[in-house]
């Protein structure tokens, strides 16, 4: 099977770029010495979460429990759950420790710290703190980090914070003094939790940037990043470069204005997701920028500048007239997307390439909840 | 079932505003004396789409060929697949027919044309008209009009437009322009086809604003709303209001911060959209509006301001503070979506519930392509 013949629009994965990711990524946490927890919340692939861990069923984070539960059936026994529980969903997390999976829930709450505390299931939790991105997790200096603490008792396994605003960071230099207040709020908050008796082996912290870029990790052991594994246009602005970019999206010319310089594709904004994360960078890409079939930017700077349900305006930079010639309707293009995580949760399956265009694998992937 | 009692994020799908929307539409067209061919791209669902017919497997509307192939599954026999499409994929638009589907396609492309007309299967086509919204379509005045047509031959079944600038719309006498600029476009297009002596039995318009407010639609044959179906934030500014939502997302608290009024709910930017429709209304709405289980605005504006892939952090309009007390971790909300079709997009089903929390069936969806 080969690029031309798959439908579109659909996903395409270059393993070769991928597997370079994700050796550069173990390379850094290798030389901070830190355990390498790869978050699947942008691949939740089996296949890729073991190319992640070195081939094996490693530690890993997850954003529901619909992953974990299929990453549990694939093999994999330490998921740490990274996104605050409520006390209903116990329940599923506790069914998972049943079946053998050391499973890690986290909270900022005490009133949630209480019902895992008390739990028939041995569940084990991470206090989430915040350490600057202020969408979730205690203060560093709260009262509430000990409470949370006593109330989890021997549930207790560490602290976790998720250095979000690194995605506000332009340099390199930015994302390292992210990965700095990272490290400082989780072995803080650890110490003080350790004076009050409690223990706390777990201090995780992560994000592709501030982990990429990070200077030294001293008190962490455990990084969490996720979107490293597949780049995308906007993590080019802050991470990787546009080379590392691992996931496109296949689509088909459509249609074709050339009065206007433009074509039509079949990648809309459920192809593409309506993130528009590079507005806020140097190098705005609208929806997305679209390469030729063997995702070279043979077009210039062409780029996604209206997003409909099915339907993906594509507009030349201005710079040179496209080339008509070679985009007839029905020709396939690659559009490298913003955002990696939102565009590939509208697939079911990567189509894997090496270089290439043959397609030499075809791997799942978990939607959902 | 009881709402309480579902996994959250999902979608709730309130069958009683449903029902009263659908009905809504049906006077439209009777009163405009047309055929109603409602696009599932934001259903996607073989139930509703009955239930928009008064209970038949009539004929619709579909934005792709998964879609296609699903409700011919679900012995829909008339379909319009309403998206230009490519020599490749005739293919899988055969198969259809050769089952029995009375399958048009649409395109305003010569090549296409060509192909299409001497296709081995008797393919049906409508060609696509621009009527203002500059995305897709031949102009009405063009050559390239009867030059498709002449390629089509005996399978051309007629001309369609969609009038997708009436979502710039913020008045009703506005989209009933664009009603009328869909209208003109489709009957001077078809009257030029007949008068080169060819056929052209269905002339076509569509989008919920402009067929919402229409004045009248003399020579249109059919029309092709979609979101009317569950109305939403954007649709509440141009074609209804916000009591006419029937799709919302439950979702539950996984975090307060008393002291910045504020909540996160498990619902990102995967369980919302990255949607920001009502940006450009006078009702920001952010990435959605937070009501309570019972789908009541009981917390005043209380948006979803940042969305992260699973997290969503929503704050109230500081007019009054939020009963917190009401709010603890694991509380259940309901979520009106800027743009319904984007957000549905995202899960497998529905969970519908009439007027009440208990649910009363579980409908599926088709996603992907």
């Known amino acids: 099977m080969r690029l031309e013949d798959l439908p579109t629009p659909c996903l395409v994965l270059d393993r070769i770029v991928l597997e370079r990711n994700l050796e550069a990524m173990r390379v850094i946490a290798r030389r901070h010495g830190v355990l390498l927890r790869p978050h699947l919340k942008t691949a939740k692939s089996?296949?890729?979460?073991?190319?992640?861990?070195?081939?094996?069923?490693?530690?890993?984070?997850?954003?529901?429990?619909?992953e974990a539960e299929y990453f549990a059936r694939h093999g994999f026994r330490d998921i740490t759950v990274a996104a605050g529980i409520t006390p209903q969903k116990l329940g599923r997390a506790a069914a998972l420790v049943e079946t053998g999976v050391m499973l890690n829930v986290i909270t900022d709450d005490v009133a949630v710290a209480k019902c895992i505390g008390s739990h028939i299931t041995e569940l084990r939790a991470l206090i989430e703190i915040d350490s600057g991105e202020h969408r979730a997790g205690v203060g560093v200096d709260?009262?509430?980090?000990?409470?949370?603490?006593?109330?989890?008792?021997?549930?207790?396994?560490?602290?976790?914070?998720?250095?979000?605003?690194?995605?506000?960071?332009?340099?390199?230099?930015?994302?390292?003094?992210?990965?700095?207040?990272?490290?400082?709020?989780?072995?803080?908050?650890?110490?003080?939790?350790?004076?009050?008796?409690?223990?706390?082996?777990?201090?995780?912290?992560?994000?592709t940037p501030s982990v990429t870029?990070?200077?030294?990790?001293?008190?962490?052991?455990?990084?969490?990043?996720?979107?490293?594994?597949?780049?995308?246009?906007?993590?080019?602005?802050?991470?990787?470069?546009?080379d590392d970019i691992a996931l496109t999206v296949l689509a088909s010319v459509i249609g074709r204005r050339e009065g206007e310089n433009r074509i039509l594709v079949d990648a809309g904004s459920l192809a593409l997701s309506k993130d528009r994360s590079t507005e806020s960078?140097?190098?705005?890409?609208?929806?997305?920028?679209?390469?030729?079939?063997?995702?070279?930017?043979?077009?210039?700077?062409?780029?996604?500048?209206?997003?409909?349900?099915?339907?993906?305006?594509?507009?030349?930079?201005?710079?040179?007239?496209?080339?008509?010639?070679?985009?007839?309707?029905?020709?396939?293009?690659?559009?490298?997307?913003?955002?990696?995580?939102?565009?590939?949760?509208?697939?079911?399956?990567?189509?894997?390439?090496?270089?290439?265009?043959?397609?030499?694998?075809?791997?799942?992937?978990?939607?959902?909840?």
């Open 46 to 66: 089996a296949d890729i979460a073991r190319l992640a861990l070195g081939g094996e069923a490693g530690p890993i984070t997850v954003s529901t429990l619909a």
């Open 213 to 242: 870029h990070a200077r030294r990790l001293e008190g962490v052991t455990e990084v969490r990043p996720g979107v490293y594994m597949f780049g995308d246009l906007f993590q080019a602005e802050v991470s990787c470069t546009r």
């Open 142 to 207: 709260s009262e509430v980090l000990l409470e949370i603490g006593k109330a989890l008792g021997s549930r207790l396994a560490g602290v976790l914070t998720h250095g979000g605003h690194s995605y506000s960071c332009r340099t390199a230099d930015c994302a390292a003094d992210v990965a700095e207040e990272e490290t400082t709020a989780v072995t803080v908050a650890a110490d003080r939790l350790r004076s009050a008796g409690m223990s706390c082996e777990t201090v995780s912290i992560g994000s």
């Open 281 to 369: 960078t140097e190098h705005d890409a609208g929806y997305g920028l679209v390469w030729d079939i063997g995702a070279k930017p043979v077009y210039g700077e062409l780029r996604i500048e209206r997003a409909y349900q099915e339907h993906g305006v594509a507009a030349g930079d201005g710079s040179t007239p496209l080339p008509f010639d070679q985009l007839g309707v029905g020709t396939k293009v690659r559009i490298a997307p913003n955002q990696a995580c939102l565009t590939a949760a509208a697939y079911d399956c990567y189509y894997v390439v090496d270089g290439g265009d043959e397609v030499v694998a075809v791997w799942d992937r978990i939607n959902g909840w």
